[in-house]
């Protein structure tokens, strides 16, 4: 650097010397370091200005020390000296030069010190000039191959990779440009010529600059973090992998958890294979020859698809290559055995692409380290498997096939149970057939988990299906359900003496929705329960305004009904609050995300067991923070010609009349066999209703998979079958009627009761 200047240079004095001792020149640095005047000293000996001057021995050249000089006020002042001959031709003269003595003592300590420092080779040193070119190294700066020999005058650039060299110079710059020193950040320094991945520098830098000039350039320090850093990522590698495998309770999401910590990053692809009897729950077995079958469960990484989920690998348990001999995916590659209690479960192999860095033991040893843990995690999650597909099988058990098909409607069902410690949940769905063709839909969500939640669920299933029996209008079958829950509330917490292993579920939601196929009218209430979704036939899709009342087990509060007119191919959307969870609990996001999915899986179009299972994509079972259960329901319609209706007189003679319009009504749908049996049904509920209840009477029938004969009355007095003595005149009626027909009943209505039956088609 041209200028550059020590700031011991500003502080030097000299003199000039004749060989008598005398002074003959003084400089003005002289004049400041003592105070004494040029016109003072020269022409005095110069052992005058010495404190004690019997130390004057005179001069010689090459002479240097250190002596107290008395400054022009009669102060001593240390000096450091050194005399050197001046050759001029004429009369011998010496040259003496000096400077404060605690100066020279710090100058000297910081040149041993800079000579030092370049030539320690633990640290690499680079001084910088203002346009950071290299001005000086010393020979430690990156002990590696593609280093020119000689930098001096070079930028970074001229030797490194560029996106390295424009990272280090950012830095240099802004410490240049700020004057704000650089503390150990890391960057990768790769030269051009090396193929290899680099080293990992930690870089401190200083801006050097003189009292009052412009900046002359920077100091940076260079210091190896490769071997630090691989070890805090290896070490923050391993807590990740303990943490992720550690938080999932199912096989496959612990492979998957795992897998995906270590591709990419510090693999290219990562395969996680297990035994297949592990992933039912069970401890592997191997086969005859002693050969284990591990199944691909997992991949991480694979960008170019060359390892599929599902293949499967024959491994010896007692062969220790197992570890080592995963190379399928090319060089380089490792693997390490999943082994939990002396049992080989499985093994995780990672791959890098070829000309990557190598794998070295201390990978393989992290490799091991997180295959053992990972094992742990596995084994447990095995044995929560084993146990949650016992609780899943009681629960699927207790719950509906998951289709059905009525003259009502088709529905198909989706039930995803979560893998949460807590077990699984209590959420139950129903599809009920109701009298005169109808329907009852049902979902519902008992509160908590476990065996407890099973248990409550089953009972509430049972209880809506006895309620559902009593022909009872939403509203009303809820408060009665409402009833129930709060007397199971009440019983559990008087249970003091029965050990609990979970606390008893507090409550429940459930969503009860009738439709009827020949009014198309579909009435519904909630307790606590979400909206169900409609999806009209043109692909109009809306949530029902329909307000929700508490949930069930709170007690004292009303609920109300929603009633709403269906078309024929309508899809009625039911679920629970698992499906709609959405990101961090928010339900309106979900809900949003729910009718997205509604609208790609075209529920009104194609078969909903399929359209269910596409709604349902991407919700690994795995990660779901709750059950999901979906209810899908495509309404139908009955024709008109397949319903008859009719009023009949309060009097006697009608029952003649109406036993007539019933056979001609049975002969135009071709239903002649049945016309003896059913005439008889009418002549009896008929009959009965004008003798016990008076008028209005009504009659429909329905032709739908059975034929359905309703008579209506104003009494609200349910109808009681009785055996009759023999000296009875009456009270055969509903005996005869429960004889002829496959099914019958009583509902109450708006207007009083009906009473219903049902007869199979003759077969045909």
Known sequence: MDNYRHPFIGSMAAAVVDADGVVVGWTAAAERLLGRAAAEVCGRPMGELLADRTQWTGLAAGRSGQAALLDGRGRETEVAYRVMPLVDGGPARFLVIGAPATEVARWREDHAFTRELFLQDRVGLAVFDDRLRLVRTNTHLLPYTGLPTDLKGLRLADFLRPEDAEAIEGL????????????????????????????????????????????????????????????????????????????????????????????????????????????????????????????RAAVAGDAGGSLPTGTTVTVDPADSSAATSARSGGPPAMAALLRARGILLGRICVYREQGAEPYDDADLELLQEIASRAALALDNARRFTREHRAAVSLQRSLLPPAESDTPAAVTASVYLPTYTDGGVGGDWFDVIQLSSARIALVVGDVVGHG?????????????????????????????????????????????????????????????????????????????????????????????????????????????????????????????????????????????????????????????????????????????????????????????????????????????????????????????DDLVFTTELVVSELVTNAIRYA?????????????????????SSTQPRMRRARLTDEGGRGLYLVAQLTTRWGSRYTDQGKAIWTEQEFPAQ
């Open 172 to 295: 240099l710059r802004d410490v240049l440009d700020s004057g704000r020193p650089l503390v150990l950040p890391e960057a990768t320094v790769r030269t051009a010529l090396d193929p290899r991945g680099g080293r990992m520098m930690g870089i401190s830098a200083f801006r050097l600059q003189a009292d009052g000039e412009q900046p002359m350039g920077v100091t940076a320090l260079f210091t190896d973090v490769t071997e630090r850093g691989r070890f805090r990522r290896r070490l923050e590698l391993l807590h990740r992998a303990t943490a992720a495998v550690g938080g999932s309770l199912s096989v496959t999401g612990t492979c998957t958890e795992l897998a995906a910590v270590l591709a990419p990053g510090f693999a290219d692809a990562a395969v996680a294979e297990v035994a297949e009897s592990v992933l039912n729950g069970d401890e592997p077995e191997p086969g005859r020859a002693g050969q284990l079958v591990l199944r």
């Open 451 to 671: 065996l407890e939640a099973t248990a409550t669920m089953g009972r509430l299933r049972t209880a809506v299906r006895t309620l559902a029996d009593l022909d009872l209008a939403p509203d009303e079958l809820l408060v009665h359900l409402d009833d129930l829950v709060s007397q199971l509330v009440v019983e559990a917490d008087q249970d003091g003496v029965t050990a609990r292993p979970e606390p008893a579920p507090a409550g429940a939601t459930c969503l009860y929705v009738v439709y009827d196929p020949v009014s198309r009218r579909c009435v519904m209430a909630s307790a606590g329960h979400p909206p169900p979704v409609v999806v009209r036939p043109d692909g109009a899709i809306g949530y029902v305004e329909l307000n929700p009342g508490p949930p069930l087990g709170v007690g004292g509060f009303p609920f109300e009904t929603a009633e709403i007119e269906l078309a024929a191919g309508s899809v009625l959307v039911l679920y629970t609050d698992g499906l709609i969870a959405g990101s961090a609990g928010d339900l309106d996001e979900g809900m949003a995300e729910l009718r997205t999915r509604l609208g790609r899986a075209g529920v009104t179009s194609r078969p909903l067991a399929e359209a269910g299972r596409e709604i349902t994509a991407g919700l690994p079972a795995h990660r779901l923070p709750d059950d999901v259960t979906l209810l899908l329901a495509r309404t139908r319609a009955l024709p008109a010609g397949d319903t008859a209706a009719w009023d009949v007189e309060p009097d006697p003679a009608a029952v003649s009349r109406m036993r007539g319009e019933v056979t001609r009504q049975l002969e135009t749908w071709g239903l």
């Open 694 to 714: 008076g008028g209005p009477v009504g009659v429909r029938l329905i032709r739908a998979e059975r034929l359905i004969c309703e008579v209506s009355d104003p």
